[in-house]
């Protein structure tokens, strides 16, 4: 017989594991299918925000237990210089690796089942119920989220345009770890930006993204996009120098596509979450917070009985200032005139950022 569920959700990352935990806590059968057997590192910056800190307390998460690396300053590199500003609040690095794992562990802990291993492959939302097929079997439900981030399912496709996005993480020198000691790092260079911070453990993570022209000329190999990067970026270069790659090769993803917004409606007990609904740029540091909220906020919905367009478009609407902010900075960030301006405006004004930095954050969490 078909396993039923309340609820499903299709995809066992941030938004997935959100929706899951709220559906169980207010007294639901829910499932979570996630397509991978054991933690694997995530294409992200691994940068928590304070409002990220704040959903995670939400769904019974102590951020203090991660034991990540406290950041209060913004450092902002471009050629040679470099500055910092307050962030304005406090923020955590911490390896997706490690908190997906503690998410999927907490779906456990309330009662969900989590059936990882397994790849959806189709889902068909009827009237009544959501037909999901995995490669292993079936499953169905009265609702369903979905929340397969970066991963589009065939039927339900988002626009495909982008750079390709890196991460690796290092084991940095002493000279690294000083210098990222309670900072997120920002290197702008033409086609994209390099973002680092210091993770639990005392790792470091790089996440950079590689335009066209990037992935030509360095035919694709991630060493050399880092060496050429490092060449043109000095901040970018100390925190490479003595620091070594912790894995063989680094997570990446292509095509991602940064402002994306999904406002057509599926069917009204399938709910779209996470970047799935909306891709903040990365930039912002915030797209955490966005997959938590709008799975917690998809959840509450589904209780109520609200349809799922009607979720989908107040979210939307809770996006529009951080998206309008974000896409600025994004657009400033990608002329050399527009890189030369923001460094110098920040060295002057150093509040300037810190106001930006606010800006680009979840409202009303
Ligand atoms: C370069 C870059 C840097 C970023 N840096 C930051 C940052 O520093 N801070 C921040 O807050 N945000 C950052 N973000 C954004 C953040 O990573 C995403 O917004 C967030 O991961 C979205 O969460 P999600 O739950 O929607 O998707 P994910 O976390 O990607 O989870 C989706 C899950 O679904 C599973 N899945 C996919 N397909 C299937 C399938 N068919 N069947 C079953 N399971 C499936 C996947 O294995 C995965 O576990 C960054 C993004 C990029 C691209």
């Known amino acids: 017989m078909t396993p039923s569920f309340d609820a499903i959700a299709i995809g066992g990352g941030l938004a997935g594991c959100a929706f899951a935990i709220t559906m169980a806590r207010a007294g639901r059968k829910v499932a979570v299918i996630e397509r991978t057997r054991v933690a694997l590192p995530k294409v992200c910056g691994d940068f928590l925000s304070a409002e990220a800190l704040v959903l995670l307390q939400r769904l019974g998460i102590d951020p203090d237990r991660l034991g990540g690396h406290g950041i209060t300053t913004f450092r902002m590199g471009l050629n040679d210089s470099v500055v910092d500003a307050p962030l304005g609040f406090s923020g955590l690095g911490v390896s997706r690796l490690l908190l997906d794992e503690t998410l999927l562990s907490a779906c456990a802990q309330a009662g969900v089942h989590v059936f990882r291993g397994q790849t959806v492959r189709a889902i068909e939302p009827t009237r009544g119920v959501v037909h999901v097929r995995t490669d292993e079997g079936r499953f169905n439900a009265a609702c369903a989220a979905l929340a397969t981030g970066k991963h589009n ?87 490479l120098r003595g620091s070594k790659p ?25 709910y779209p979450v996470g970047d799935q609904l909306a891709v903040i740029p990365p930039l912002a540091g915030d797209g955490t917070s966005i997959a938590l909220k709008s799975g917690i906020d998809a959840a509450e919905a589904a ?35 527009g890189r030369r301006t923001a460094i110098r405006s920040v060295r002057a004004f150093p509040q300037l950022a810190t106001w930006l930095t606010q800006r680009t954050r979840l409202s009303g969490v």
């Open 303 to 337: 209780l109520s009985g609200k349809p799922a367009g009607i979720f989908q478009q107040a979210f939307l609407r809770r996006l529009r200032g951080q998206f309008g902010w974000a896409s600025a900075v994004e657009a400033t960030f990608g002329s050399r005139f």
């Open 153 to 239: 399912l065939r039927a339900y496709p988002r626009k495909e345009s982008g750079p390709v996005a890196y991460k690796m993480t290092f084991e940095p020198d002493e000279n690294a770890r000083r210098m990222l000691d309670g900072a997120v790092q920002l290197v702008l260079y033409d086609g994209g930006y390099a973002g680092a911070c210091l993770v639990e453990g005392g790792g470091m993570t790089i996440c950079w993204l590689a335009d066209e022209a990037l992935m030509r000329d360095s035919d694709g190999r991630w060493q050399d996009q880092l060496a050429f990067l490092s060449q043109r970026s000095g901040p970018l270069s100390e925190a």
């Open 246 to 270: 912790m894995y063989a090769r680094p997570a990446a993803i292509a095509a991602v596509p940064f402002g994306y917004k999904r406002r057509e409606l599926i069917e009204p007990r399938f």
